[in-house]
Nanobody, 115 residues
Framework: QVQLVESGGGLVQPGGSLRLSCTAS????????MNWYRQAPGKEREYVAT???????NYANFVKGRFTISRDNDKNTMSLQMNSLGPEDAAVYYC?????????WGQGTQVTVSS
């Protein structure tokens, strides 16, 4: 059974930081491209960042150097360090694992940015 479990969300003040994590089980983690997406209320889910199986990293334009994606293939985990958070970053953040036709999602972790 494949499971992706996100953690690390919460309430943070504008300008603050959070570190999200995703722990995977039931998959050969190192084969998968790992992605973060987010969805704000009333908006469509949008792409945030990727760490591919061959160690390529990519970010959405709105990240602008504020976020850093990482992965640990030995621990089957992926992380997203988010700095300089603003109200526009408030959303549910989802972990995604993709390899060939296989596509798995976590349940999401809520990030709230408010003073």
């Amino acid at each position: 059974q494949v499971q992706l479990v996100e953690s690390g969300g919460g309430l943070v003040q504008p300008g603050g930081s959070l570190r999200l994590s995703c722990t995977a089980s039931g998959i050969a983690f190192r084969r998968y491209d790992m992605n973060w997406y987010r969805q704000a209320p009333g908006k469509e889910r949008e792409y945030v960042a990727t760490y591919t199986s061959d160690y390529f990293r990519n970010y959405a334009n709105f990240v602008k150097g504020r976020f850093t994606i990482s992965r640990d293939n030995d621990k089957n985990t992926m992380s997203l360090q988010m700095n300089s958070l603003g109200p526009e970053d408030a959303a549910v953040y989802y972990c995604n694992a993709r390899w060939n036709s296989e596509d798995y999602w976590g349940q999401g972790t809520q990030v709230t940015v408010s003073s």
